[in-house]
């Protein structure tokens, strides 16, 4: 479909646009349908057999042991609910190491030998599943012919139903190891990362006298940020459908520069499109909160409360699938790409967390006068120290092809890892370092001057959008996590190197109050000596600011620009033994991941170089050489009826063809050229090679989309993508 056809397409769309059913009943409310396809509490309450119920809470609540003989009587109600609620088959859900979920569905009937068939599921089948491993990427864990892998049920994580018209699945969230044990997935090094990141922080708890803390958590709430188009526009453009983002386009008159767009009023079928999204989500037990407009036209913003880091990772792949069935279903698509549009604001994954747990509450809640409150100031002290440390990591986690047009771009942080504390705990953190803090910035009053309105509290210190990770009230906000990844891999870095900074503060006051301290003077030291050791990761200044980057090199801070700079810090001698002693990663585990976010690169990149080779010259060119034909003809048959003839628009197509020309070629035979130096040598190739070569048959592309005649132009435009909803 050409361009313009599928621009009338999406005009008659939107004229025409009728939502596909109401969000809810007449009779329905929000609150009655919240997690109605989730084998929850209640659910088990219901179900189980009191003991049973019992010690499944254990294990869920407070980290207890997982009972193997109560699987037979968790998989059988499991079964029976499944089937109440129309569930014909049941799926053990896993995530491999492609950001994305994957499933083997199987179904609840068996035949019975006698030309019938029963509902079967035990608890071996509840408890362990059996994929091929081969056919996920491992990183050199295993030779491809050895393609044994389990699925392990994961309880803390609830079961729940997945609907088609033609069916239900009941879904069960899993991990995924090798035959030999290793971790093919996100899932079991993130609850490995919890379980050493709660056993660190038990130990300082019992210093300030928390002698039964409880179970302790790491908590998420993802901001998901994404783009809606006409799903007709979809359709038509190759690039979106192969790689979900345009390898070619010309800005639009006119973009976001208006500030027109952010928390503006949602366009009516965006809105119906939200409303039907949410109630899939709440059925899901996924607590979607806020939605909002975002920065670039056609941008938008869903974020859903906090839950417990392992719950939240699930949460964000679902909710991922669920937009994009419900956007389809509203005749758009959802563009989950960190960059799908050039020169406009992309896209990103907010990961705010916290720690806690439910008889010690958040710790990193500073309360009113956070210099009196000696247990924030360690565990918020604890962070700094992970941070500085282990920047390099935490760069890394967000590390892909795709996030790489994003960060530093002046819509994101920059690649440089800082802590932004505001002006209260700055304060406080100073006064730290110069002997004791004696007092906190208190809240102000904002007077509007107008009677009618009320006074408004203020918040002692500002908040910093250009801050990759920045304390934001009762919680640090990881803003550099791309909206296309999973929000396992910064759980995972951030909770590891939390337990390690958490293992040191607890070492140091340990030995301090065995050699005789004072417990205050004791906190007081350990605090003193981490900001002066660690201070310089915190700048509460512009992050976009050219200075920063300076500044920032003198600190000693690292400046990790692109992800195959950032990769290699997966594999450093410090990060295997990181990983390696809080059973986080083995060392081939580790090594793994360093080898499959290579292969990951250079496969997004090669099939981008692939994918501007076909369209640059079976689309674009095929059109520009039309349209210089007719400007030629124009001008031939003027000079020959003796009329003079302007020459000038011929021209403006035909030096950029030239270059087109020029560019495909070059691009051909980069894309035909294969590289030595196995995955490290196609990833560099694909970063210094490719992706200039790319970028040559773009320019030349964009500049003929500015002259070509709009009826001979094969691909919708950013204008009608961005505007068209």
């Given at each position: 479909?050409?361009?313009?056809?599928a621009?009338?397409?999406?005009?008659?769309?939107?004229?025409?646009?009728?939502?596909?059913?109401?969000?809810?009943?007449a009779?329905?409310?929000?609150?009655?349908i919240?997690?109605?396809?989730?084998?929850?509490?209640?659910?088990?309450?219901?179900?189980?057999?009191?003991?049973v119920?019992?010690?499944v809470?254990?294990?869920?609540?407070?980290?207890?042991?997982?009972?193997?003989s109560?699987?037979?009587?968790?998989?059988?109600?499991?079964?029976?609910?499944?089937m109440?609620?129309?569930?014909?088959h049941?799926?053990?859900v896993?995530?491999?190491?492609?950001?994305?979920?994957?499933?083997?569905h199987?179904?609840?009937l068996?035949?019975?030998?006698?030309?019938?068939?029963i509902?079967?599921?035990?608890?071996?089948?509840?408890?362990?599943?059996?994929?091929?491993?081969?056919?996920?990427?491992?990183g050199?864990l295993?030779?491809?012919?050895?393609?044994?892998?389990?699925?392990?049920?994961?309880?803390t994580?609830p079961?729940?139903?997945?609907?088609n018209?033609?069916?239900?699945?009941?879904?069960?969230?899993?991990?995924?190891v090798?035959f030999t044990?290793?971790?093919?997935?996100?899932?079991a090094?993130?609850?490995?990362?919890?379980?050493?990141?709660a056993d660190?922080?038990k130990?300082?708890?019992?210093?300030?006298?928390?002698?039964?803390?409880?179970n302790?958590v790491s908590?998420a709430?993802p901001e998901?940020?994404?783009?809606?188009?006409?799903?007709?526009f979809s359709?038509?453009?190759?690039?979106l459908?192969?790689?979900?983002?345009?390898?070619?386009?010309?800005?639009?008159?006119k973009?976001?520069?208006?500030?027109?767009?952010y928390?503006?009023?949602?366009?009516?079928?965006v809105?119906a499109?939200?409303?039907?999204?949410?109630?899939?989500?709440?059925?899901?037990g996924?607590?979607?909160?806020?939605?909002?407009?975002?920065?670039a036209?056609g941008?938008?913003?869903?974020?859903p409360m906090?839950e417990?880091?392992?719950?939240?990772?699930?949460?964000?792949?679902?909710?991922?699938?669920?937009?994009?069935k419900?956007?389809?279903?509203?005749?758009?698509?959802?563009?989950?790409?960190?960059k799908p549009?050039?020169?406009?604001?992309?896209?990103?994954?907010?990961?705010?967390?916290?720690?806690?747990?439910?008889s010690v509450?958040?710790?990193?809640?500073?309360?009113?006068?956070?210099?009196?409150?000696?247990?924030?100031?360690?565990?918020?002290a604890?962070v700094?120290r992970?941070?500085?440390?282990?920047?390099?990591?935490?760069r890394?986690?967000?590390?892909?092809?795709?996030?790489?047009?994003?960060?530093?771009?002046?819509?994101?942080?920059?690649?440089?890892?800082?802590?932004?504390?505001?002006?209260?705990?700055?304060d406080?953190f100073?006064q730290?370092?110069?002997?004791?803090?004696?007092?906190?910035?208190?809240?102000?009053t904002?007077?509007?001057?107008?009677?009618t309105?009320?006074?408004?509290p203020?918040?002692p210190?500002?908040?910093?959008?250009?801050?990759?990770?920045?304390?934001?009230?009762?919680?640090?906000?990881?803003?550099?996590?791309?909206s296309l990844?999973?929000?396992?891999p910064?759980?995972?870095?951030?909770n590891?190197?939390?337990?390690?900074?958490?293992?040191?503060v607890a070492t140091?006051l340990?030995?301090k109050l065995?050699?005789?301290?004072?417990?205050n003077?004791?906190v007081?030291?350990?605090?003193?000596?981490?900001?002066s050791?660690?201070?310089?990761?915190?700048?509460?200044?512009d992050?976009y600011?050219?200075?920063?980057?300076?500044?920032?090199?003198?600190?000693g801070l690292?400046n990790l620009?692109?992800?195959?700079?950032a990769?290699?810090?997966?594999i450093t001698p410090?990060?295997?033994e990181?990983?390696?002693?809080?059973?986080v990663?083995?060392?081939?585990?580790?090594?793994?991941?360093?080898?499959?976010a290579l292969?990951?690169?250079?496969?997004?990149?090669?099939?981008?170089?692939?994918l501007?080779?076909?369209?640059?010259?079976?689309?674009?060119?095929?059109?520009?050489?039309?349209?210089?034909?007719?400007?030629?003809?124009?001008?031939a048959?003027?000079?020959?009826?003796?009329?003079?003839?302007?020459?000038s628009?011929?021209t403006a197509?035909s030096?950029?063809?030239?270059?087109?020309?020029?560019?495909?070629?070059?691009l051909?035979?980069?894309?035909?050229?294969?590289?030595?130096?196995?995955?490290?040598?196609h990833?560099?190739y694909?970063?210094?090679t490719?992706?200039?070569?790319?970028?040559?048959?773009?320019a030349?592309?964009?500049?003929?989309e500015?002259?070509v005649?709009?009826?001979?132009?094969p691909?919708?435009?950013?204008?009608?993508?961005?505007?068209?909803?």
């Open positions: 479909m050409s361009g313009s056809a621009r009338l397409d999406a005009i008659n769309a939107v004229k025409s646009y009728v939502p596909p059913a109401p969000s809810f009943a009779h329905e409310a929000p609150g009655e919240f997690g109605q396809n989730v084998f929850s509490r209640d659910v088990m309450q219901a179900r189980l057999p009191k003991a119920f019992r010690s809470m254990a294990t869920i609540e407070s980290g207890a042991k997982l009972d193997p109560v699987a037979d009587a968790v998989a059988s109600a499991m079964k029976d609910w499944a109440d609620r129309g569930a014909t049941y799926a053990h896993f995530y491999p190491l492609t950001n994305r979920s994957a499933e083997k199987d179904s609840f068996e035949p019975d030998g006698v030309g019938s068939s509902a079967e599921f035990a608890g071996k089948t509840l408890v362990q599943g059996e994929p091929d491993a081969s056919s996920f990427p491992n050199g295993r030779s491809t012919y050895e393609a044994r892998g389990y699925t392990a049920w994961d309880i994580s079961a729940y139903i997945l609907e018209a033609n069916g239900n699945t009941l879904c069960i969230p899993t991990v995924f090798s044990g290793e971790a093919l997935d996100l899932k090094p993130l609850l490995r990362s919890q379980r050493a990141m660190q922080a130990r300082v708890l019992a210093l300030f006298g928390h002698i039964e803390p409880g302790i908590f709430g998901q940020e994404y783009f809606l188009i006409d799903r007709s359709l038509s453009r190759p690039d459908l192969n790689c979900g983002r345009t390898l070619f386009g010309a800005k639009p008159p973009g976001q520069e208006f500030d027109d767009h928390f503006g009023s949602i366009p009516d079928r809105l499109f939200m409303l039907d999204a949410e109630r899939e989500l709440f059925k899901l996924i607590p979607a909160k806020t939605r909002h407009n975002e920065v036209p941008q938008f913003e869903i974020a906090f417990q880091a392992n719950l939240a990772a699930d949460h964000q792949q679902l909710l991922m699938v669920t937009m994009r419900v956007a389809q279903r509203h005749g758009m698509e959802v563009l989950f790409h960190e549009f050039a020169g406009v604001n992309g896209s990103g994954k907010h990961v705010n967390f916290s720690f806690g747990g439910g509450g958040n710790l990193l809640l500073p309360g009113d006068t956070p210099h009196d409150n000696a247990q924030f100031l360690v565990f918020c604890a700094i992970a941070v500085h440390l282990h920047g390099g990591l935490l890394a986690s967000v590390a892909s092809s795709t996030n790489d047009h994003r960060l530093g771009a002046n819509e994101a942080p920059p690649a440089i890892i800082s802590i932004f504390l505001g002006d209260q705990l700055a406080v100073d730290v370092a110069k002997g004791g803090a004696t007092s906190s910035k208190e809240k102000g904002l007077m509007i001057g107008v009677d309105l009320p006074v408004l203020t918040d210190g500002d908040r910093n959008r250009t801050s990759p990770f920045a304390f934001t009230g009762n919680r640090f906000e990881f803003r550099a996590p791309g990844q999973s929000i396992a910064p759980m995972i870095t951030i590891t190197i939390v337990a390690e900074s958490l293992d040191h140091e340990e030995a065995a050699g005789g301290e004072d417990f003077t004791a007081q030291k350990v605090l003193e000596q981490i900001v050791d660690h201070g310089a990761v915190i700048f509460n200044g992050g600011s050219d200075e920063w980057q300076v500044e920032a090199a003198a600190r690292k620009k692109t992800t195959l700079d990769l290699p810090e997966l410090e990060a295997l990181l990983f390696s002693k809080y059973g990663l083995s060392e081939q585990e580790s090594h793994s991941r360093f080898e499959v292969e990951q690169y250079a496969l997004s990149v090669g099939v981008e170089a692939k501007s080779l076909e369209i640059g010259s079976t689309l674009v060119l095929p059109a520009a050489v039309r349209y210089q034909t007719e400007l030629a003809q124009n001008v048959a003027l000079k020959a009826a003796g009329v003079e003839a302007d020459t628009l011929l197509v030096e950029p063809l030239a270059a087109l020309r020029s560019a495909v070629a070059e051909r035979t980069a894309v035909a050229h294969h590289p030595d130096g196995g995955s490290a040598g990833a560099l694909s970063r210094d490719l992706l200039p070569a790319m970028a040559a048959v773009r030349a592309a964009d500049e003929l500015t002259v005649a709009d009826d001979l132009w691909l919708p435009t950013y204008q009608e993508m961005l505007f068209i909803l």
